[in-house]
């Protein structure tokens, strides 16, 4: 059985922080220290997250450009300092609703 939460942590978080690190450090010019500092992690994940090739869903995530969106604005808020907990949240939705991750709409139980 996989819960929604598991996906969550395991595919969508790591996912969205790739493309927040990449956005802070090629539009905004952030250090992987300053962006591990911005995303409260390590400046060993942010290395992770800014490997070419880190994460799929990452890819399939930044074709979209309702997601791309998000990412932009979370990029900011993250860059001055500021929380981005709701584009978080909305990309759930947008998961939810357009079924851009498979087996989230089908995992067993809500976060």
């Not at 927040?20 to 390590?42: M, W």
């Not at 990452?58 to 808020?77: C, G, I």
């Amino acid at each position: 059985m996989t819960y929604r939460s598991q996906v969550f942590v395991n595919r969508i978080l790591p996912a969205f922080r790739t493309l927040v690190s990449r956005e802070l450090s090629d539009n905004y010019g952030l250090t992987q220290e300053e962006i591990a500092s911005a995303l409260d992690t390590s400046q060993a994940m942010v290395s992770n997250y800014l490997s070419p090739g880190e994460s799929d869903l990452a890819e399939r995530l930044s074709e979209d450009p309702q997601t791309q969106v998000l990412v932009e604005d979370a990029a900011s808020k993250a860059a001055n300092g500021d929380d981005f907990v709701e584009e978080l949240l909305d990309l759930l939705s947008q998961i939810q609703d357009r079924s851009i991750v498979p087996g989230f709409s089908e995992a067993d139980r809500v976060l």
